[in-house]
């Protein structure tokens, strides 16, 4: 079978998951409402007023979408992630990037942008600039003449975390609550209804990060032979760096910007790509970017459901999943890709 024809059946095979998991996440939820009444909302047939319609449309349909643009960058980003670092465990949470872009959207909030358009850019834009900066003082702290060994690389991730998360502490507890609206809430990483032009917002945001990454994927794949080897191949090494770092951030940061930080998507899904597509990032960063979208879109619909009428945040359930699946990972590959 040739490459093209095995990466059209795994997307196919995908977007037939992503599918299913979004007609589900539709049909389910603490609204008790018949197959019918949301098909009939869905169908455009039912009353602009009525429940259905509100519910389906402006709660249940929105919250879909942003679970699926949420899930492919955080799942795109863990690849670049792991690829640039030759790395396993490297990952937007592990490596403290989550943390330095939640960081930013604190002061984001501080500053006063909390609602609308205009919003939500500043809010990308500081989220980008706290993942950016996070990932950069990683990179720095971990490299070493031998390369990035999984020790070192965790502990600065964990470090650079516990930096920033202290750093949102010290904010949350000298300045007025009032103006951090909900920052506890979002802080554990929540998927919510999120307004149409802002839902565009993160749908370009985040498609720039993937194209980026995926415009790379062949030159990611010639630096996992070294870089000298893969500098003799024609590949720009500091360059290729730079830019993915940039597209990895940027997928983190407008996560967080409109999500909060949800950890262990980048972690989970690229690795469980890799036994079935292999270690060719030209199919993985297609692939991740749709299972991503169906593994946060089934947590997410799994938190809105397990304590109905109540609701878990989706990011207790990606930890509940990716703790000891980090920890599987950590005993049993702690060694570079």
Request: aromatic share 6%.
């Amino acid at each position: 079978m040739t490459d093209a024809r095995r990466l059209a059946r795994a997307l196919a095979a995908l977007s037939l998951v992503l599918l299913a998991v979004g007609v589900t996440a539709l049909f389910v939820g603490s609204a008790e409402l018949s197959p019918s009444a949301v098909a009939r909302a869905l169908a455009g047939r039912a009353e602009a007023s009525s429940v259905e319609a509100i519910v389906t449309l402006s709660l249940r349909l929105p919250r879909v979408a942003a679970a699926v643009l949420a899930g492919a960058a955080l799942a795109v980003a863990g690849v670049g992630f792991q690829a640039l670092t030759r790395n396993p465990l490297a990952e937007p949470s592990v490596l403290g990037v989550s943390s330095g872009a939640a960081f930013g959207v604190v002061l984001a909030q501080i500053l006063g942008l909390s609602s609308g358009i205009v919003a939500a850019l500043g809010a990308a834009v500081f989220a980008f600039a706290g993942a950016l900066l996070a990932a950069t003082i990683v990179y720095l702290v971990a490299t070493a003449p031998g390369g990035l060994a999984v020790q070192t690389l965790l502990l600065t991730g964990v470090i650079v975390g516990i930096f920033f998360s202290a750093a949102i502490t010290v904010i949350i507890s000298v300045v007025d609550f009032n103006r951090l609206t909900g920052v506890i809430h979002w802080l554990l990483g929540n998927l919510g209804p999120i307004p149409a032009a802002s839902l565009a917002l993160f749908a370009v945001l985040a498609g720039a990060g993937v194209w980026l990454i995926l415009k790379s994927a062949r030159e990611l794949n010639l630096l996992a032979l070294g870089e000298e080897a893969s500098r003799q191949l024609g590949v720009d090494a500091e360059r290729l760096k730079r830019r993915v770092f940039v597209a990895a951030a940027l997928l983190t940061g407008t996560v967080v910007a409109f999500t909060g930080p949800i950890g262990f998507v980048g972690l989970i899904v690229p690795h469980v790509l890799r036994r079935l597509v292999g270690q060719d990032n030209r199919f993985l960063v297609p692939t991740a970017a749709l299972a991503g979208g169906a593994f946060l879109l089934a947590a997410d619909t799994l938190a809105r459901n397990v304590v109905a009428p109540a609701e878990l945040s989706v990011g207790v359930i990606t930890a509940f999943c990716g703790a000891p699946f980090f920890v599987w990972i950590l005993r049993t590959r702690s060694r570079p890709l």
